[in-house]
C-alpha cells in the first residue's frame, strides 16, 4: 500500500522558498555592508547614496516595521559614520541623502505596517475557518458513556491556519465503549481529509463489528481506499505518510482490550501510580501495512478495574519540549494530580502542567481523552 498526507522533510519547495525568504531579509543588511566597505577604502569616490536609501525600502517588502525601522537607523549610522570620515559634513550631497532616507524610511514604514495589517486579517479569517472546519469532523466525547466517564481536550499548535492532523473519538456500543484517538503525520487539506476518512470509517464500523481488530482493519481499508481514488493526493504527498492510530474497548467486564497501530501506548493511572499499556509485539501504523506479514486477530487486553483511569492521547503531549529540551514527563504529571476530579478537570490540570512546561508555546497539536471506569455499584446512566 502506498503512504500518503506528508511530503518528505528533507529539502523541497518549501525548504527552499523558506531559505529564499531568509536571503530576502538579508538583501538590505549586506547592501548597508557594502556601502560601509566602499566609503572605508578608496573606492569611496562611488556615489553610494542612492544604495542607503534602498536599505529601508528593501526591508520595508519582508522584515515589517520594526525591521524597516531598525534597517533604517543602521543606514543613518552609516551615513553619520562616513560623511565624518570623509571630511563631507556640509555638502549639499549628503543632506540630500539624509533627506532621501527619511522620505524612504517614512514610506516604508507606513507601508509596512498596512500590509502586515491586511495580511495577520487575512491570517485570522483564515484560522477561523480552518477552526470551524476541524470542528466539524471533531466533537467532544460525552461525560458518560456506559461504565466510563469521560473527558477530551484537543489543543492546536502555533501553526497558522494549517489545520492539524490529531483525531479522537468516544462511542457507546453494543460492545462497550470503544475509542480511538490518532495522528496524522502532516498538516492541512491532506491531513484533515485523512482524519476525516478514519473517523468516519471508526464511527460506522464501531456498530457493527464484534471484534476490535475488525474496527480499525475497517479504518485501514477506507484508507487504502482514498489512496486509490485517482488525484486525490499529489504524487510527492503520497511518498512518505502514515497514521498512527490506537482503538480501546471497555466492556462491561474490568479489563480494556487495545489494538495499536504505531501509536504511544496508553497510561493506566491505577492507586496513584502510571503503567504504559506497551504491546507485546508492535505494528505499524496505517498506511505502513506492508512491513508486516501477518497481524494478530485479537486485540491486547489488560487490566482496568474500577476507580482506574486510562489516558489516551498523542505524541504531541509527550514530545513536547521546555527551554532546556526536556521532554513533558506524562506519568509524573498525571500522579501529581489529586483524585476525585472530573475527567474535564483532570485534563485541564494536565493542560496547565503541559503550558507550564513549554512556557505557554506547543510545537505540536495535541489530543487526549481520559476514560475513568465508574464503580459497579452506580445506576447505569439512562442515556
Same mark, same amino acid.
Given at each position: 500500500?502506498?503512504?500518503?498526507?506528508?511530503?518528505?522533510?528533507?529539502?523541497?519547495?518549501?525548504?527552499?522558498?523558506?531559505?529564499?525568504?531568509?536571503?530576502?531579509?538579508?538583501?538590505?543588511?549586506?547592501?548597508?555592508?557594502?556601502?560601509?566597505?566602499?566609503?572605508?577604502?578608496?573606492?569611496?569616490?562611488?556615489?553610494?547614496?542612492?544604495?542607503?536609501?534602498?536599505?529601508?525600502?528593501?526591508?520595508?517588502?519582508?522584515?515589517?516595521?520594526?525591521?524597516?525601522?531598525?534597517a533604517a537607523a543602521l543606514a543613518l549610522a552609516i551615513s553619520v559614520a562616513t560623511a565624518a570620515y570623509?571630511?563631507?559634513?556640509?555638502?549639499?550631497?549628503?543632506?540630500?541623502?539624509?533627506?532621501?532616507?527619511?522620505?524612504?524610511?517614512?514610506?516604508?514604514?507606513?507601508?509596512?505596517?498596512?500590509?502586515?495589517?491586511?495580511?495577520?486579517?487575512?491570517?485570522?479569517?483564515?484560522?477561523?475557518?480552518?477552526?470551524?472546519?476541524?470542528?466539524?469532523?471533531?466533537?467532544?466525547?460525552?461525560?458518560?458513556?456506559?461504565?466510563?466517564?469521560?473527558?477530551?481536550?484537543?489543543?492546536?499548535?502555533?501553526?497558522?491556519?494549517?489545520?492539524?492532523?490529531?483525531?479522537?473519538? @468516544?462511542?457507546?456500543? +453494543?460492545? $462497550?465503549?470503544?475509542?480511538? &484517538?490518532? %495522528?496524522?503525520?502532516? /498538516?492541512?487539506? =491532506?491531513?484533515?481529509?485523512?482524519?476525516?476518512?478514519?473517523?468516519?470509517?471508526?464511527?460506522?464500523?464501531?456498530?457493527?463489528?464484534?471484534?476490535?481488530?475488525?474496527?480499525?482493519?475497517?479504518?485501514?481499508?477506507?484508507?487504502?481506499?482514498e489512496v486509490a481514488k485517482p488525484g486525490a493526493y499529489d504524487e510527492e504527498v503520497l511518498l512518505e505518510?502514515?497514521?498512527?492510530?490506537?482503538?480501546?474497548?471497555?466492556?462491561?467486564?474490568?479489563?480494556?482490550?487495545?489494538?495499536?497501530?504505531?501509536?504511544?501506548?496508553?497510561?493506566?493511572?491505577?492507586?496513584?501510580?502510571?503503567?504504559?499499556?506497551?504491546?507485546? @509485539?508492535?505494528?505499524? +501504523?496505517? $498506511?505502513?501495512?506492508?512491513? &508486516?506479514? %501477518?497481524?494478530?486477530? /485479537?486485540?491486547? =487486553?489488560?487490566?482496568?478495574?474500577?476507580?482506574?483511569?486510562?489516558?489516551?492521547?498523542?505524541?504531541?503531549?509527550?514530545?513536547?519540549?521546555?527551554?532546556?529540551?526536556?521532554?513533558?514527563?506524562?506519568?509524573?504529571?498525571?500522579?501529581?494530580?489529586?483524585?476525585?476530579?472530573?475527567?474535564?478537570?483532570?485534563?485541564?490540570?494536565?493542560?496547565?502542567?503541559?503550558?507550564?512546561?513549554?512556557?505557554?508555546?506547543?510545537?505540536?497539536?495535541?489530543?487526549?481523552?481520559?476514560?475513568?471506569?465508574?464503580?459497579?455499584?452506580?445506576?447505569?446512566?439512562?442515556?
Amino acid at each position: 500500500m502506498k503512504s500518503l498526507l506528508r511530503a518528505p522533510t528533507g529539502p523541497g519547495a518549501g525548504g527552499r522558498g523558506r531559505m529564499l525568504f531568509t536571503l530576502m531579509q538579508c538583501v538590505p543588511f549586506a547592501i548597508a555592508l557594502a556601502v560601509l566597505v566602499i566609503e572605508l577604502t578608496p573606492a569611496h569616490f562611488i556615489y553610494t547614496g542612492p544604495l542607503l536609501t534602498a536599505v529601508p525600502a528593501l526591508a520595508a517588502v519582508t522584515l515589517g516595521p520594526r525591521g524597516t525601522a531598525a534597517a533604517a537607523a543602521l543606514a543613518l549610522a552609516i551615513s553619520v559614520a562616513t560623511a565624518a570620515y570623509n571630511s563631507a559634513w556640509g555638502t549639499l550631497q549628503v543632506y540630500t541623502n539624509f533627506l532621501a532616507l527619511g522620505l524612504v524610511t517614512a514610506a516604508g514604514f507606513v507601508t509596512s505596517s498596512a500590509v502586515r495589517a491586511r495580511r495577520q486579517r487575512e491570517l485570522d479569517q483564515v484560522r477561523r475557518i480552518a477552526v470551524a472546519a476541524q470542528d466539524v469532523v471533531l466533537r467532544p466525547v460525552p461525560a458518560r458513556l456506559g461504565p466510563v466517564s469521560a473527558g477530551s481536550l484537543c489543543l492546536a499548535a502555533g501553526t497558522g491556519a494549517r489545520v492539524g492532523g490529531d483525531l479522537y473519538e @468516544a462511542v457507546q456500543t +453494543p460492545f $462497550g465503549v470503544r475509542m480511538i &484517538v490518532g %495522528d496524522v503525520r502532516g /498538516k492541512g487539506l =491532506s491531513a484533515i481529509r485523512a482524519v476525516a476518512v478514519v473517523l468516519g470509517a471508526f464511527r460506522e464500523a464501531v456498530h457493527y463489528e464484534d471484534e476490535l481488530v475488525e474496527v480499525m482493519n475497517r479504518c485501514s481499508a477506507a484508507l487504502r481506499r482514498e489512496v486509490a481514488k485517482p488525484g486525490a493526493y499529489d504524487e510527492e504527498v503520497l511518498l512518505e505518510g502514515f497514521i498512527t492510530a490506537l482503538v480501546a474497548q471497555v466492556p462491561n467486564e474490568p479489563v480494556v482490550q487495545v489494538v495499536n497501530r504505531g501509536h504511544p501506548p496508553p497510561l493506566l493511572l491505577h492507586e496513584g501510580r502510571t503503567t504504559p499499556l506497551v504491546p507485546p @509485539a508492535p505494528l505499524p +501504523p496505517l $498506511g505502513l501495512e506492508d512491513l &508486516v506479514a %501477518d497481524f494478530p486477530d /485479537k486485540p491486547d =487486553s489488560y487490566p482496568f478495574a474500577p476507580g482506574d483511569r486510562l489516558l489516551l492521547y498523542t505524541d504531541g503531549v509527550i514530545e513536547a519540549r521546555d527551554g532546556r529540551g526536556e521532554f513533558f514527563a506524562l506519568p509524573r504529571a498525571m500522579e501529581g494530580i489529586g483524585g476525585g476530579t472530573s475527567p474535564q478537570a483532570f485534563l485541564e490540570q494536565l493542560h496547565r502542567a503541559l503550558v507550564r512546561h513549554t512556557g505557554g508555546g506547543l510545537a505540536d497539536d495535541v489530543a487526549m481523552i481520559l476514560a475513568d471506569r465508574r464503580p459497579t455499584t452506580e445506576r447505569p446512566d439512562p442515556r
